[in-house]
Every structure is written in structure tokens, then in C-alpha cells.
């Protein structure tokens, strides 16, 4: 197969696990014409079914079109199927749009690769689950040069419509999806904990369900409160000192030692109440533990 630089919306996906499958899928039904390669041929034959174009390896999938979605577990093994098919050589004048989460030393490695060999960049971390792919609930979140962008706007619009071009840092995407992920995880870990409490505790779900989703509406105000005054340097107004939490955690910590429940998440926050009391930060607002999170910060 040789390079397609036609205006038609071809594009290749490498990797058809759930997110490659979604993306190929949500592809497929915006009218592009999708050719796919993935390990497990079972993947690829169920997307041919729906009208993609099935390759048998991943070097053909890179000369079947100019645009190449890859999105496999990992950059190690995108690494692994860059060597063991030879690729390097067949990025020239190949656009690729890497969809896999990454670190930042993978990000920059990729980046070196893929300039050095003739390709051209999109780096970008995807924010949602598969099934929101082309809803308004997809959530991109790309880099890369402008002009290489608009190249690629047609095939990021199918996948959201709403897309986010971050510039082009192309560590951003990874930095601003990571911070995403640690408010989420620490969020859900802290219902999930919660649960736990309320179960040992004889406090039926539902009952916590319905108190939980009362506080869902403060906390919205809360986070972007917290986010306005880490911005804005105003850390040390308050209507809940640090102290405070920290006396409330510490509270937790005993009913949950009383129930017989885990500590180990209540131990790590209480140990980052105790950096902050460290610090001189007790009398502060809780946005004021930014800097026990990032203690070399003079920004
Ligand atoms: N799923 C989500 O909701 C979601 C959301 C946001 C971001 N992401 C990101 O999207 C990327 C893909 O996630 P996923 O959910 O699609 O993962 P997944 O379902 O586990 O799929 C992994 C993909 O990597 C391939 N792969 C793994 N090891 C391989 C190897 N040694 N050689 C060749 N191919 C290999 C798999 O091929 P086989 O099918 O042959 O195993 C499959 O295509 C990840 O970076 C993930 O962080 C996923």
C-alpha cells in the first residue's frame, strides 16, 4: 500500500482495545473511511464488520493513509510494535495522532522518534470513556503545531466536536489529563472509602446515596473556589481552617478504626494535614496544602 494524501477523510487506527475500537467505531459511523491493525485479529475482524478496513500488520495500516491514530495500552508497547515491524522508517510524511496515555519522558521519546523520522504530531490524551466518543460528553485533550492540528481537524471533530487544542507544549495533555485523574481518583477512592464506612457501620447505601449527592452540589462550588484562590494567591481566608479538616479526619480515622475499616486512605491525607501543620499552614484555607503538594513552587 502506498501513502493516500487525498482530501477523502481516511484515517488508520493502530491498537483496538476498548478505546481504539471506540474511536475506530465513532469513525466509522462520521463518515471517514477507517483502516484498523491491531495484535488480536478477533478485534479487527469485528470492525470490519462495521466498514473499517482490516490491515495485517501495522506497517500497512501506516501506508494506508496520511492520518494514523494510535492508541494501545501503553508508549512501551507502541515502542515494541515500532521495532518489531520496523516502522520507523515509514513515518515520513505521516501524520500520527497518538491517543495513548503517556508520561512525560514518553511524550518526549515519541516526539524525537516521530520528527526525526519525517512525521508530523498530534499528541493527545482522551478524557472520557469510549462510549462518549462523539456525544457531547467526549472530552480531547490535544497538542501540537497549529498548522498540523487543522490538518487533523476533520478526523478530531468526529471524535468531539468540542475538541481542546492545548498549544504546543505536547507535554500538556498528559499534565492537564494526570491533574484531571487525581481529583477524580482521589473523589471516587473517598466515596468508595465512604461506602465502606457506611456499610461496616450499618448506615444503609441508599441513605448515604441520597446524603452524598446533597454534598455533590457544594463541592462543585468548593472546587472551583479552591482553584479561584490557588490562582489568585488567596490562601489564607477561610471558613474551615486546615486545623479543622485535619481534626475531622483525624475524627474519621477513629470511627474507621472502631468499624474495623481500612486506614490506609485516611493515614495518607492525615500525613498531608501534618506536612501542612508542619509548614505553619493550620490557621490557612485548605487551597494552602498547594504547597505541600509542590513545595519547590515560587510561581
Ligand atoms: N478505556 C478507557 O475508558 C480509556 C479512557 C481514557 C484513556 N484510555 C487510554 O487509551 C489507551 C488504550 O486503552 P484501552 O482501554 O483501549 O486498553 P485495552 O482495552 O486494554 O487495549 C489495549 C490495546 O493495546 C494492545 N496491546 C497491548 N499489549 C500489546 C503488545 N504487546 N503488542 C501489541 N499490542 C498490544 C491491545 O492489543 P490486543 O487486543 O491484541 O491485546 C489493545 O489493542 C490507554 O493508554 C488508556 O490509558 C482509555
Redesign the pocket.
Known amino acids: 500500500m502506498s501513502n493516500q494524501h487525498t482530501s477523502t477523510p481516511g484515517v488508520s487506527v493502530i ?6 475500537s471506540g474511536i475506530a467505531r465513532t469513525l466509522i459511523e462520521g463518515g471517514c473511511t477507517v483502516s484498523v491493525w ?3 485479529r478477533a ?1 479487527v475482524d469485528a470492525l470490519v464488520a462495521t466498514g473499517a478496513i482490516g490491515c495485517n500488520n501495522p506497517g500497512d495500516a501506516l501506508n494506508a493513509n496520511s492520518h494514523v491514530i494510535v ?4 508508549y512501551a ?1 507502541w515502542q ?2 515500532i521495532q518489531e515491524h520496523s516502522l520507523a522508517s515509514r513515518f515520513e510524511d505521516t501524520c500520527i495522532i497518538q ?3 503517556g508520561t512525560i519522558d514518553d511524550v518526549q521519546t515519541h516526539a524525537s522518534l516521530i520528527h526525526d523520522n519525517g512525521g508530523r504530531l498530534v499528541e493527545g490524551a ?5 462510549r462518549n466518543l462523539g456525544t457531547d460528553e467526549a472530552a480531547l485533550l490535544l497538542s501540537g503545531a497549529p498548522d498540523v492540528l487543522d490538518e487533523c481537524a476533520h478526523i478530531l471533530s468526529a471524535l468531539d466536536a468540542n475538541w481542546t487544542s492545548l498549544g504546543e507544549d505536547i507535554n500538556q495533555p498528559s499534565v492537564l489529563s494526570r491533574s484531571l485523574m487525581s481529583g477524580l481518583t482521589g473523589a471516587l477512592m473517598g466515596l468508595v472509602n465512604g461506602a465502606a464506612i457506611c456499610r461496616a457501620g450499618g448506615v444503609p447505601l441508599d441513605v448515604f446515596m441520597k446524603f452524598n449527592e446533597g454534598t455533590n452540589s457544594i463541592l462543585l462550588a468548593e472546587q472551583r473556589r479552591l482553584i479561584e484562590a490557588i490562582r489568585d494567591g488567596r490562601t489564607e481566608e477561610n471558613e474551615a481552617s486546615i486545623k479543622a479538616w485535619r481534626e475531622g479526619n483525624q475524627a474519621l480515622n477513629s470511627v474507621a478504626a472502631s468499624l474495623g475499616t481500612d486506614l490506609t486512605l485516611q493515614n495518607a491525607i492525615q500525613a498531608v494535614f501534618q506536612e501542612g501543620r508542619r509548614r505553619g499552614l493550620d490557621e490557612h484555607d485548605l487551597s494552602a496544602l498547594v504547597d505541600v503538594f509542590d513545595p519547590a513552587s515560587d510561581r
Not at 491498537?15 to 481504539?20: P, S
Not at 492508541?71 to 501503553?74: N, P, Q, T
Open positions: 491498537g483496538l482495545g476498548a478505546m481504539g491491531n495484535r488480536s478485534k492508541c494501545v495500552s501503553d508497547v515494541q510494535i491517543l495513548t496515555t482522551v478524557m472520557c470513556y469510549p
